[in-house]
């Protein structure tokens, strides 16, 4: 079946730095690609997305390119601020079902 | 525009007990989906429904109902709730993406967090 593979975490960084988290998928077809961000006892977030290879996402300057020969998602910021520490998830939808990575827990200090 | 809202956003059952989680959306999506959260585990997806009355099994099924009665709720039902059901709860909706039409991806509510005693 569909999965998504995520970097283990935690990350943590200094205010900043660049960050990559790196995602990887298994899929069957040609699914959309998504980075959700759940943000401290709340839902979560659309970061941003890409539906078709070679597209890239962006949003918040974050970025992510899908990859279909590496089947990769790779989420970067090229400087990472104190309020971007979250949890961060890949996602993949294909067939009306959206699978989710196991998510990574980013810090940034001051 | 609410978006999803979860109902309620916190409980506390005794092992035994049942309760329904209510979800509902308003911005008129075919689909909708229950989630739990669990730590290292990402989000783990029960049921979802595809549109009015109709629903299906997700990864993690067991020991959960569900009814899609009105386009707009989605309800998750626990008949005899378990310890290992403690989690936090997302639902989510999605819009119909007609073929060649972008996806727009899935609005999720705040969650409810559910711990069983």
């Known amino acids: 079946g569909d999965s998504v593979t995520q970097m283990e975490g935690p990350v943590t960084l200094s205010e900043k730095a660049f960050l990559t988290i790196n995602c990887t998928y298994t899929?069957?077809?040609?699914?959309?690609l998504f980075w959700y961000v759940q943000y401290p006892g709340e839902g979560l977030q659309l970061l941003l997305k890409?539906?078709?290879?070679?597209d890239k996402g962006s949003n918040k300057g974050f970025e992510a390119t899908y990859r279909k020969e590496t089947t990769s998602f790779h989420l970067e910021k090229g400087s990472v601020q104190v309020s971007d520490s979250a949890v961060y998830f890949c996602?993949?939808?294909?067939?009306?079902?959206?699978?989710f990575g196991e998510g990574t827990q980013l810090t940034v200090n001051p | 525009n609410a978006g999803v809202t979860q109902t309620p956003k916190f409980r506390v059952l005794k092992t035994g007990q049942s309760m329904t989680l209510l979800c509902a959306q308003d911005?008129?999506?075919?689909?909708m989906y229950w989630y739990r959260q669990d730590p290292g585990m990402g989000l783990r997806l029960i049921h979802y429904?595809?549109?009015?009355?109709?629903?299906a099994k997700g990864e993690v099924p067991d020991g959960y109902n569900v009814s899609r009665l009105k386009k707009q709720n989605f309800l998750l039902g626990l008949e005899s709730a378990a310890p290992s059901q403690t989690s936090v709860y997302f639902c989510?909706?999605?819009?119909?993406?007609?073929?060649?039409?972008?996806?727009?991806?899935?609005?999720f509510g705040s969650g409810t967090r559910l711990t069983v005693v």
């Open positions: 996602a993949l939808s294909f067939s009306s079902r959206l699978t």
């Open positions: 989510a909706s999605r819009r119909y993406i007609i073929r060649g039409t972008k996806e727009d991806g899935y609005t």
């Open positions: 899929a069957t077809g040609y699914p959309s």
């Open positions: 911005m008129n999506h075919e689909y």
């Open positions: 429904s595809v549109g009015e009355g109709t629903t």
């Open positions: 890409a539906t078709k290879a070679d």
